[in-house]
T-cell receptor
Framework: AQRVTQPEKLLSVFKGAPVELKCNYS??????LFWYVQYSRQRLQLLLR??SRESIKGFTADLNKGETSFHLKKPFAQEEDSAMYYC?????????????FGTGTSLTVIP | DAGVTQSPTHLIKTRGQHVTLRCSPI?????VSWYQQVLGQGPQFIFQ???????GRGNFPDRFSARQFPNYSSELNVNALLLGDSALYLC?????????????FGPGTRLTVL
């Protein structure tokens, strides 16, 4: 079974502090992983994806296959980072595509 | 481009009724996916359509069905509505496929089943 786990529903950090949002996955194949973000009153949107190995808005995420993790990190949190963050996994097989989201972590950055 | 559009915005139905939700993808996008998001949970994958063919199906009962039209717009149909079908239904489009590519989400349709 494929599954994405985000153990923290709520996370609060002070402005300027480092932030790490945890994501663990369970998948028997080679995973394609994403982080999506939803700011207040906005649509769900892509933050970054593993395949691009890019840094967006100062966030990075490293795939650790040994620990089956794809944690999202930022060295210095900003107030505008307050949002709902979802880790997601894409799975493709002969039977078709599947896409799995975690339950999300609500990040609050305290001024 | 207004992005992905969905209609209606809100919908109230009673148990046993049928509902049709509509989605228009971003121009040029050929893939449409549907998700159900229950309050407090992440989106759950229902279907993916690409070039009018079903390319993926989540763990939902046969009461849920969808189709994609030649202009790449899509409909999600739910029959015999249950109280548990109350949720936000999200549509997302991508080019060309969802496996590696960014999905662009619509604002959602809020369905309430009484």
């Amino acid at each position: 079974a494929q599954r994405v786990t985000q153990p923290e529903k709520l996370l609060s950090v002070f402005k300027g502090a480092p932030v790490e949002l945890k994501c663990n996955y369970s998948y028997s194949g080679s995973p394609e992983l994403f982080w999506y973000v939803q700011y207040s009153r906005q649509r769900l949107q892509l933050l970054l994806r593993h395949i691009s190995r890019e840094s967006i808005k100062g966030f990075t995420a490293d795939l650790n296959k040994g620990e089956t993790s794809f944690h999202l990190k930022k060295p210095f949190a900003q107030e505008e980072d307050s949002a709902m963050y979802y880790c997601a996994l894409s799975a493709s097989s002969g039977t078709g595509n599947q896409f799995y989201f975690g339950t999300g972590t609500s990040l609050t950055v305290i001024p | 481009d207004a992005g992905v559009t969905q209609s209606p915005t809100h919908l109230i139905k009673t148990r046993g009724q049928h509902v049709t939700l509509r989605c228009s993808p971003i121009s040029g996008h050929k893939s449409v996916s549907w998700y159900q998001q229950v309050l407090g949970q992440g989106p759950q994958f229902i279907f993916q359509y690409y070039e009018k063919e079903e390319r993926g199906r989540g763990n939902f009962p046969d009461r849920f069905s969808a189709r994609q039209f030649p202009n790449y717009s899509s409909e999600l149909n739910v029959n015999a509505l249950l109280l548990g079908d109350s949720a936000l239904y999200l549509c997302a489009s991508s080019f060309p496929d969802i496996a590696y590519n960014e999905q662009f989400f619509g604002p959602g349709t809020r369905l309430t089943v009484l």
